[in-house]
């Protein structure tokens, strides 16, 4: 089974998660901040990853500390859940749209972090979550999880649509990137062996 389970505390945040790469899409998400709430949701639903989440964080100075290590403890438990990474399809891609927004994300398991952003949001917030968060989400995601990933906003002029639509073309496209191809028969997909 391809499941992980992480907790992560500090004197910012305690982190509990559960990730199933081979769910359902089911997801129970209780961040302490409801934009985000919605985006794992959104992720874990198209994805079809299970996902459980519960964050307490230092909210009453704000949602850096909750979103920067949400997005550690979930690239963490990817991580984790794909081991040595035997017989995964390693790359995807997916060009996404919603409504006037159009957005490209890709995905490469390599064991390299990095995050390219190539994203205009409008808007400096959506409720009271700052939308400059997105980006430290991401950060500590490829971080943690060892993985190239692209954004590219191909057009876009309202920020929810902007931020939903990389959420779910994240998980749609981790989603493609994580499945297992039988034609590899358990190979590492790399020319060294290992990622």
Do not use: Q, W
């Not at 910012?12 to 998400?29: A, N």
């Amino acid at each position: 089974m391809r499941m992980s389970e992480i907790k992560r505390k500090t004197t910012e945040t305690d982190i509990s998660l559960k990730l199933d790469l081979d769910g359902s899409g089911k997801s129970e998400i209780d961040t302490g901040c409801g934009f985000m709430d919605h985006m794992l949701t959104l992720f874990a639903r198209h994805g079809r990853f299970d996902l459980a989440v519960t964050c307490k964080g230092d909210v009453k100075v704000d949602y850096h500390h909750s979103v920067e290590d949400l997005g550690i403890v979930l690239g963490s438990a990817f991580a984790e859940s794909l081991g040595d990474m035997r017989g995964i399809e390693r790359y995807a891609d997916i060009v996404l749209p919603m409504d006037e927004t159009l957005m490209l994300c890709a995905v490469d398991i390599s064991g390299r972090d990095y995050l390219g952003f190539d994203v205009s949001i409008p808007a400096a917030k959506v409720g009271d979550f700052d939308t400059e968060l997105v980006k430290e989400f991401f950060l500590g995601f490829v971080r943690k999880a060892a993985v190239t990933l692209h954004f590219k906003e191909l057009a876009g002029e309202n920020t929810h649509h902007i931020i939903e639509a990389m959420f779910k073309a994240f998980g749609r496209t981790m989603a493609k990137a994580v499945k297992i191809n039988e034609e590899y028969e358990g190979e590492i997909p790399s020319t060294k062996g290992v990622l």
